[in-house]
C-alpha cells in the first residue's frame, strides 16, 4: 500500500544551524504534501505545506523541497531556534481521497 | 479558528472494557478521523468519515468501531480493550474537498 518514508527519527543540532528532515512516498498520485509539528504534550499543527505543481515554498525560516520525479521531499528550517524543538511529521495525500499518509516523524533537539 | 476537542486527556481502562473516546469539531466539517500515534510509527489511520453516519476503515481498524451520528462528532469505540490498545489517539477533522486536518489534543490510553 502507499508509503511515507522519513527520516532522521532524532536530529540534534545546534541554535542557529540548519535542519533538513527528508521524506520518500510511494504512491506517484500524491498531490499534496504537508508538515506537521507536535511540541510535547500538544496537538499537531500544520507548519507549511507544498502542491505537486509547485517545487519550492518558503515561509520565513522554514521552506519544503519537492522532487516529484524521484518521489522526495524535504523541510529545511535555517537559523533554528530553541522553541523549534519538536516532532515533526511530513505526510502525502492524494489517492482514494480523503487518506492523508503520515511519516513516521522526526523528533528534532535544539541545543541552546 | 478551528476547535477540535477530545472528551478525555488521560484515560486508564481494564482488559476487557468497552471504551468510549468522544470527539467534537465546532468549524462544520465534513470529514473527521481517528488516528493512533505511537512512538517510531507516526500516526496510523483507524477510521475516518466524510458525513454523518458514514464510515470509512483506515490502516489499523482491527479492534475498533466508530460512529458518527451528528456532524460534529466522531466517537471511537473500543469493543473490548486490550493491553495493545495502550496508546496517543488523535482524532482531526477537515472541510469536504481540503486537506488540511486540525487535530485534537489527544487521550493518552492505558489498558491494564
Known amino acids: 500500500g502507499e508509503n511515507v518514508e522519513q527520516h532522521p527519527s532524532t536530529l540534534s543540532v545546534q541554535e542557529g544551524d540548519s535542519a533538513v528532515i527528508k521524506c520518500t512516498y510511494s504512491?506517484?498520485?500524491?498531490?499534496?504534501f504537508p508538515w506537521y509539528k507536535q511540541e510535547l504534550g500538544k496537538r499537531p499543527q500544520l507548519i507549511i505545506d507544498?502542491?505537486?505543481?509547485?517545487g519550492e515554498k518558503k515561509d520565513q525560516r522554514i521552506a519544503v523541497t519537492l522532487n516529484k520525479t524521484a518521489k522526495h521531499f524535504s523541510l529545511h528550517i535555517t537559523e533554528t531556534q530553541p522553541e523549534d524543538s519538536a516532532v515533526y511529521f511530513c505526510?502525502?495525500?492524494?489517492?482514494?481521497?480523503?487518506?492523508?499518509?503520515f511519516g513516521a516523524g522526526t523528533r528534532l533537539f535544539v541545543k541552546a | 479558528d478551528v476547535k477540535v476537542t477530545q472528551s478525555s486527556r488521560y484515560l486508564v481502562k481494564r482488559t476487557g472494557e468497552k471504551v468510549f473516546l468522544e470527539c467534537v469539531q465546532d468549524?462544520?466539517?465534513?470529514?473527521m478521523f481517528w488516528y493512533r500515534q505511537d512512538p517510531g510509527l507516526g500516526l496510523r489511520l483507524i477510521y475516518f468519515?466524510?458525513?454523518?453516519?458514514?464510515?470509512e476503515k483506515g490502516d489499523i481498524p482491527e479492534g475498533y468501531s466508530v460512529s458518527r451520528e451528528k456532524k460534529e462528532r466522531f466517537s471511537l469505540i473500543l469493543e473490548s480493550a486490550s493491553t495493545n490498545q495502550t496508546s496517543m489517539y488523535l482524532c482531526?477533522?477537515?472541510?469536504?474537498?481540503?486537506?488540511?486536518?486540525?487535530f485534537g489534543p489527544g487521550t493518552r490510553l492505558l489498558v491494564l
Open positions: 504512491d506517484s498520485a500524491s498531490n499534496y
Open positions: 468519515s466524510y458525513d454523518v453516519k458514514m464510515k
Open positions: 482531526a477533522s477537515s472541510l469536504l474537498g481540503k486537506e488540511t486536518q486540525y
Open positions: 468549524m462544520d466539517h465534513e470529514n
Open positions: 507544498i502542491r505537486s505543481n509547485v
Open positions: 505526510a502525502a495525500y492524494g489517492t482514494g481521497g480523503f487518506k492523508t499518509i
